[in-house]
């Protein structure tokens, strides 16, 4: 069954740096989506992605925060210079283009510690 | 906005016995509604989801939920609960249209006992 799969699936990094979290999509799928979760609290939307550019993106995703799909295949998250705050297990989402009924099918996640 | 409550943080059960997670959720209209769960170290996997007809819907794993508008939930059930049903269970809702973001309840973590 096809998947998501998201590299790496751990990651540390000093507070300032800068970090890319990448993720490969379903093949066939066009809209993509990232999503985080802060230890302890809900899965939070972050910023939605369809025809090369963002489709809707939350308060969250302010200007620190970028998404890009580089090749075929990679959706990326790149976070430019990350804070204490940006600590949290990230999601990246793929829903395939038939219809408004399609599902979302998650990845396993990459946390991402900073200090 | 939208926003979904689960009320039950965590959840005993016996093996065997039968599982009710509550979610309830607040928005204008009939959103879409999923069911996810979450086992140690995997990612979102989802169970169900209701778009629109029947209200109640059966999932993968032997899950079940009804959506009860009145009610504004889209309770998750299962009649037997195994030891591998240990997990935390989150609740979703969605609104549809090309974007299609989902908001998350807090998760449920359900405990089996043996």
């Known amino acids: 069954e096809p998947e998501v799969t998201q590299t790496p699936s751990h990651q540390v990094t000093q507070m300032g740096q800068e970090v890319i979290l990448r993720c490969v999509p379903i093949?066939?799928?066009?809209?993509f989506y990232w999503y985080r979760q802060i230890l302890g609290q809900k899965v939070e939307f972050l910023v939605s992605?369809?025809?090369?550019?963002?489709?809707?993106k939350s308060e969250i995703f302010d200007d620190q925060f970028s998404v890009e799909r580089p090749d075929g295949s990679n959706f990326t998250l790149k976070i430019r210079s990350t804070k204490l705050e940006d600590s949290a297990m990230y999601f990246c989402?793929?829903?395939?283009?038939?219809?408004?009924?399609?599902?979302?099918?998650f990845g396993p996640g990459t946390r991402l510690l900073v200090l | 906005a939208q926003s979904v409550t689960q009320p039950d943080i965590h959840i005993t059960v016996s093996e065997g016995a039968s599982l009710e997670l509550r979610c309830n959720y607040s928005?204008?209209?009939?959103?879409?509604l999923f069911w996810y769960v979450q086992s140690p170290g995997q990612g979102l996997q989802l169970l169900l989801k209701?778009?629109?007809?029947?209200?109640l819907v059966q999932g993968i794993k032997g899950f079940e939920a009804e959506f009860k508008r009145s009610q504004s939930s889209f309770n998750l059930r299962k009649p037997s609960v195994h030891w591998s049903d240990a997990a935390e269970y989150f609740c979703?809702?969605?609104?549809?249209?090309?974007?299609?973001?989902?908001?998350f309840g807090t998760g449920t973590q359900l405990k089996v006992e043996l």
């Open positions: 979703a809702v969605g609104l549809g249209g090309g974007g299609n973001k989902l908001t």
């Open positions: 989402a793929s829903r395939g283009g038939t219809g408004k009924y399609e599902t979302q099918y």
């Open positions: 209701y778009f629109s007809g029947d209200t």
């Open positions: 928005y204008g209209a009939t959103p879409y």
């Open positions: 093949s066939n799928h066009l809209y």
């Open positions: 992605f369809y025809n090369n550019e963002i489709s809707e």
